[in-house]
Nanobody, 127 residues
Framework: QVQLVESGGGLVQAGDSLRLSCAAS????????MAWFRQAPGKERQFVAV????????SYADSVKGRFTISRDDAKNTGYLQMNSLKPEDTALYYC????????????????????WGQGTQVTVSS
C-alpha cells in the first residue's frame, strides 16, 4: 500500500472551481492507477474519475464528465482533480485512491480495485 493525503477541499458557491490534490508517500505511485471517489451524506461512495498509470488514459463518471479533469504529476508523486462549474450535488467527501503497484486489469470503478485510500477532503457547494 501507499499512503495518500488529499487537500484542497472547501466551501464554494455553485459555478465555482476547486482543485483537489493527492500526495502519495512513495515512488510506487508512478505504477499505480490513481482515482477519485466521493461520498455524499447518507449515500454510498461512488467513482468519480481515474487516471491509468500505463495507458495514460482517463475515465469519468457521467455526472462529472465535461466539468472535472483528473491529472497526475508523477515527478511529484501527486494527483489532481480539477473541478469546474461545481453544483450543490457535488457536495461530498472526496477520496483519493490508488491500485496496487503494477495493476493492469481493466476494472477501475469499483472500490475493491484499489488498495490504498486517503482520509478524504470535504467539498461543499452552496446554491
Amino acid at each position: 500500500q501507499v499512503q495518500l493525503v488529499e487537500s484542497g477541499g472547501g466551501l464554494v458557491q455553485a459555478g465555482d472551481s476547486l482543485r483537489l490534490s493527492c500526495a502519495a508517500s512513495d515512488r510506487t505511485f508512478i505504477v499505480r492507477n490513481m482515482a477519485w471517489f466521493r461520498q455524499a451524506p447518507g449515500k454510498e461512495r461512488q467513482f468519480v474519475a481515474v487516471f491509468s498509470w500505463n495507458s495514460r488514459s482517463t475515465s469519468y463518471a457521467d455526472s462529472v464528465k465535461g466539468r472535472f479533469t483528473i491529472s497526475r504529476d508523477d515527478a511529484k508523486n501527486t494527483g489532481y482533480l480539477q473541478m469546474n462549474s461545481l453544483k450543490p450535488e457535488d457536495t461530498a467527501l472526496y477520496y483519493c485512491a490508488a491500485t496496487r503497484a503494477g495493476y493492469t486489469a481493466t476494472s477501475y470503478y469499483k472500490e475493491n480495485d484499489y488498495d490504498s485510500w486517503g482520509q478524504g477532503t470535504q467539498v461543499t457547494v452552496s446554491s
